[in-house]
């Protein structure tokens, strides 16, 4: 039975990986014939702050949905939309969607064994001890800014501990929206460079 759900698993992981390198290709097809100001000027520059801050949240919720909003930043970054407001939305919408990942968390200790309990006990009273608050909100920010990595390494183990929503969301969503507009912009010199 566990083969079974294993190779379940493994099929679903492919499929999403596949997905991801289509969505990729397409979007690379898709700018190859049309250019980021064509992209923006169709979609319109207004709209283009709400469709990255949609598509954010959809990154967000990577444990239902994986989805690389990256793309999006970068190209209407390159095609004209604000890079700061790209950031900011792009950063809010993806906070909005790691909150599912703080619910599972949190709600998903039930399922936990009493041991896995009394370690996440330890976890949040180790966090909640007032200099490593200052350590850690430091260490979210930096995390959310220069880490590529999916947020849910974190947000999943303190949401089981516990751990306060706000001093682990304002933090983390602070270093991506950062990251977000570091992202934008690198689309606005990247696409500048390489169209110059």
């Known amino acids: 039975m566990r083969l079974i759900g294993f190779i379940k698993q493994n099929k679903k992981k492919e499929l999403i990986v596949g997905l991801m390198i289509l969505l990729f290709i397409l979007w690379s097809f898709i700018l190859y014939n049309f250019p980021p100001e064509t992209i923006i000027r169709f979609i319109g520059i207004n709209n283009s702050y709400i469709v990255v801050m949609i598509l954010g949240l959809l990154g967000g919720t990577s444990i239902l949905f ?15 939309s604000n890079p700061i407001l790209l950031g900011i939305c792009t950063g809010l919408g993806v906070i909005l969607g790691e909150s599912t990942s703080y619910l599972v968390g949190y709600h998903g200790r039930v399922i936990l064994s009493e041991n896995y309990k009394k370690i996440f006990n330890r976890l949040n009273k180790y966090c909640e001890k007032t200099q490593n ?3 850690l909100s430091i260490a979210l920010f930096v995390y959310g800014c220069f880490v590529p990595f999916p947020n849910d390494f974190l947000i999943l183990p ?15 969503g602070l270093g991506n929206i950062c990251f977000n507009i570091m992202l934008a912009f690198a689309g606005i010199y990247g696409w500048n460079y390489f169209v110059k």
């Open 66 to 80: 994986p989805f690389p909003y990256y793309l999006f930043v970068i190209t209407f970054a390159a095609g004209g």
């Open 158 to 172: 303190l949401g089981a501990a516990r751990y306060n929503y706000w001093k682990l969301m304002i933090p983390l």
């Open 133 to 135: 608050t200052i350590i």
